[in-house]
């Protein structure tokens, strides 16, 4: 299958501070990216929908301002947690849309201190 | 959102028993996935079902779905240790147009204990 490479894997930031995530296509070109966000021992949740050269799509109950989405190209999309507090420490994982199935990176695990 | 739920939520078994997994839903589908996440990981594809299938294999995976109960199950046999996951299902609604939009299931995780 396709890959998608996600990074970093850990980051630890300080609250207030800016932590930026990005998510690469690797062998195929993703017109349309995922990023989700996934509790401890819970289902993913999907934040926004990720569209090449537009701006993203937010799910109901996502700040935009809170979680900025670029995608500025067909193989990159980055997600910017704007002035993380702890409440956002969570794992995202960002997927590229295949023709049937995603593609998933391997996860970022924040945690805001 | 999330519109599936998953049963069991969790799943304790020993190597080469069978698991089975079961799935439901909320609306139409195009079809439906079921994806494995180790812990900490990435989620990785298993197998794929179309609304108009039935049931399906993949090695030592069976999939059926249920159109008419919104329900799948997913059945694992002759479990090994390496199995240990969570498992998703996830649907493709035709009201989210040609995105790939998945909607996941709660999810169950297995343990497979040696």
């Known amino acids: 299958g396709a890959v998608v490479s996600q990074h970093p894997s850990r980051v630890i930031c300080k609250s207030g501070t800016s932590v930026k995530i990005e998510c690469r296509s690797l062998d195929f070109q993703a017109t349309t990216m995922f990023w989700y966000r996934q509790f401890p021992k819970q289902s993913l949740m999907l934040m926004a929908t990720s569209n090449e050269g537009s701006k993203a799509t937010y799910e109901q109950g996502v700040e935009k301002d809170k979680f900025l989405i670029n995608h500025a190209s067909l193989t990159l999309s980055t997600l910017t947690v704007t002035s993380a507090h702890p409440e956002d420490s969570s794992f995202y994982i960002c997927?590229?849309?295949?023709?049937?199935?995603?593609?998933f990176g391997q996860g970022t695990r924040l945690t805001v201190v | 959102s999330q519109q599936g739920e998953e049963d069991p939520q969790a799943l304790s078994i020993q190597e080469g028993e069978n698991a089975t997994m079961n799935c439901s839903y909320k609306?139409?589908?195009?079809?439906l996935q079921w994806y494995r996440q180790n812990s900490g990981r990435g989620l990785v594809h298993l197998i794929l079902i179309r609304s108009n299938e039935r049931e399906k294999h993949s090695g030592r995976l069976r999939v059926t779905l249920d159109t008419s109960k919104k329900s799948s199950s997913l059945l694992i046999t002759a479990s090994r240790a390496a199995d240990t996951a969570s498992y998703f299902c996830?649907?493709?609604?035709?009201?989210?147009?040609?995105?790939?939009?998945?909607?996941f299931g709660a999810g169950t995780r297995l343990a497979v204990h040696p």
């Open positions: 997927s590229g849309d295949g023709n049937t199935e995603a593609f």
């Open positions: 996830a649907t493709k609604s035709p009201l989210t147009g040609g995105y790939n939009k998945l909607i």
């Open positions: 609306t139409s589908i195009n079809n």
